[in-house]
């Protein structure tokens, strides 16, 4: 699963227009238009070479996905101030394709305010069972010694449980 398909899978889970694409891109940090957020939830296929050849897409880099999420945090909670009432910089957890699972969980379940028992609840409902154990292992910071790799088919369940739970 690459970051346009996380993008879009988001995006169809959360119901979430293209200005409120453009805008949390923007709070984020991301300047983009919505014709080009258009072309970021473009999908295509792996073979398809001549769409990425002919600019009617644009690739989600690990830093526009993580611009996305942390805008994503403060469109849904508000900007977050320090001690002496600046803002505060969003971290930037993404090190390498292998972490980006882990991170989208860790972002959407901040920006949701989920508790780990509402997000064992949502993969539940996309026939997932996972203990609170392994649930801790996926959200800890990578190079935790109990750190545990999301994969793939982990994250996309996630997602279609979220399209289950906001969208009924």
Avoid: W
């Avoid at 001549?50 to 996905?65: F, H, P, Q, R």
């Avoid at 611009?67 to 320090?82: A, D, V, W």
């Avoid at 203990?131 to 800890?140: F, M, N, P, Y």
């Amino acid at each position: 699963m690459d970051n346009n398909d996380i993008l879009i899978r988001l995006r169809y889970a959360l119901d979430l227009r293209d200005s409120e694409m453009k805008e949390i891109f923007e709070l984020g940090g991301e300047d983009l238009a919505v014709e080009e957020v258009k072309l970021v939830l473009t999908k295509i296929e792996e073979d398809d070479e001549e769409a990425v050849d002919g600019m009617d897409y644009i690739k989600c880099t690990n830093s526009m996905l993580e611009s996305f999420l942390n805008g994503f945090i403060i469109y849904k909670r508000g900007p977050q101030k320090t001690k002496d009432g600046g803002p505060v910089k969003p971290d930037r957890s993404i090190k390498n394709r292998s972490s980006v699972n882990n991170v989208m969980m860790k972002k959407v379940k901040i920006a949701l305010q989920l508790k780990n028992e509402d997000v064992i609840d949502i993969l539940d409902e996309a026939g997932v069972s996972i203990s609170k154990g392994e649930l801790s292992a996926i959200l800890r910071k990578e190079g935790h010694k109990n750190y545990k790799p999301c994969l793939d088919k982990f994250a996309r369940n996630f997602l279609k449980g979220l399209a289950i739970k906001y969208r009924t």
